[in-house]
């Protein structure tokens, strides 16, 4: 078996996929090598039970990012040290520090609504397909997948609906990555920075206020990028998850008869997304308290540890654990453990999720794909799973009202 690195990067890694974990796990195993961008090594784990194993042992496997090996190859500028960058957030935290952190969160969280939450996912869905429905064709991702989880969170931390709007815009011009990202990150922190001022000084009934008022007594300098993480980490695989769900009902047969039809489908193929597309295909990470033996490899101290979770999902030795097929809910695409995907949060994105694409579908019944299916791009990131763009074609039809500015 070779040991070489395999690189993350570059026009060889693409966008990862079913083909290219199956093809690790029989030339490499559960656990190798990679090179990330500018030559920084890290270990890809990929199979189910050593996955599990490094999620489950905090004190082995740890979460906070000082203790990397490598921050003495990691320049400024290195693309992807929003990744692995130390913050005091629920993220970077452990132990008694992270059930501080979780805690608050998970308190916030919880009090969020799901019927409320439902209606207004409704009412931005409707106001989102307001803006393009009379032109009978649009590019879901960017128009509505892609938007959508945004603006409901926003008004989960209580702003108005044209102040939501904006910050949605702000959210996917930092997460798309290109030359504006920065300029949108600025954005971001002076809007939350301004948001924890007004809700110190007037609570409300929202996210925001809940975070303050909880006995953890965060600081404004842990408040403001704890609210960065949980709208970013919210919206981003949330988004990719709606419009992953689209494209597997837009290009396969066993959804395109029902389009129009069973609502049932809608639940089926958001949840075969997480076990065959899943957003948070890998994630970053772990990094090794001591010397460990991992799927036969000896990781060093300080070793950084990237979760596979798409990888492990397809592994076999999970599917033939798991009678029941994709219904069962033993992926691991909310990850597991101490810092997996807060219950709460899951719940919420379920319920953003379903009913965008359940409004989506009952506003465009004739929905179809505006290209072949061939001609749809997975975005080239080995990290998150999602469509470049998603252009459809259907009858067009008049708004509800009028649309967002
Ligand atoms: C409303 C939407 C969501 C919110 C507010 C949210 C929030 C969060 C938060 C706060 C954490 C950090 C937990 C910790 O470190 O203790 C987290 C972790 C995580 N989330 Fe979510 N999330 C959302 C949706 C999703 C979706 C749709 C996915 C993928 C299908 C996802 C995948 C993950 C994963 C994989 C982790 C764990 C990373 C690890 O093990 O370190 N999340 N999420």
Do not use: K
Not at 54 to 81: E, H, M, Q, Y
Not at 105 to 112: D, N, R
Not at 157 to 184: F, I, K, N, Q, R
């Amino acid at each position: 078996m070779s040991t070489e690195p395999v690189p993350l990067h570059g026009p060889h890694a693409g966008s990862g996929g079913a083909e290219f974990y199956d093809r690790m796990r029989a030339e490499r195993g559960p656990v190798f090598p990679v090179v990330l961008e500018g030559g920084v090594p890290a270990w890809l784990v990929i199979g189910y039970r050593e996955l599990q194993e490094a999620l489950t042992r905090p004190d082995v496997f740890a979460r906070d990012s000082r203790r990397w090996n490598r921050w003495d190859l990691i320049p400024p500028d290195w693309p992807l040290l929003p990744l692995v960058m130390p913050m005091p957030t629920v993220l970077n935290t452990e132990g008694e520090e992270h059930r501080r952190h979780s805690a608050a969160i998970t308190e916030a969280l919880s009090a969020v609504d799901l019927h409320e939450l439902r209606t207004v996912t409704a009412r931005f869905a409707d106001r989102l397909i307001d803006g393009f429905c009379a032109s009978g064709s649009a590019d879901l991702r960017a128009l509505f997948a892609f938007r959508l989880p945004a603006l409901v969170l926003a008004w989960a931390y209580g702003l108005e609906e044209e102040h939501g709007d904006t910050l949605a815009t702000v959210m996917t011009t930092m997460l798309d990555g290109g030359p504006d990202s920065m300029a949108a990150q600025g954005t971001l922190l002076a809007e939350m920075t301004a948001l924890v001022a007004a809700r110190r000084a007037a609570p409300g009934p929202d996210v925001i206020s809940r975070l303050i008022a909880h006995p953890a007594a965060f600081t404004d300098e842990e408040l403001v990028p704890e609210l960065i993480v949980v709208l970013g980490g919210g919206h981003q695989p949330t988004g990719e998850w709606i419009g992953n769900a689209l494209r597997l009902m837009l290009t396969d047969d066993r959804f395109g008869a029902s389009l129009a039809g069973s609502r049932l489908s809608v639940s089926e193929a958001l949840n075969e997304v997480l076990w065959e597309d899943t957003p948070t295909q890998i994630y970053a990470g772990r990094y090794a308290a001591h010397d460990v033996e991992l799927g036969g490899h000896r990781i060093a101290t300080g070793d950084l540890v990237l979760l596979g979770l798409a990888g492990a999902n397809r592994d076999p030795a999970l599917h033939r654990a798991s009678a029941g097929g994709h219904a069962n809910r033993a992926h691991l695409s909310f990850s597991h453990g101490d810092h997996r995907c807060p219950h709460a949060a899951q719940e919420m994105a379920e319920v953003i999720a379903v009913t965008a694409v359940e409004v989506l579908l009952d506003r465009l019944p004739d929905l179809e794909l505006a290209v072949p299916a061939e001609e749809l791009r997975w975005r080239p990131s080995p990290w998150m799973r999602g469509v470049t763009s998603l252009p459809v074609v259907f009858s067009s039809v008049p708004p509800l009202r009028s649309p967002f500015p």
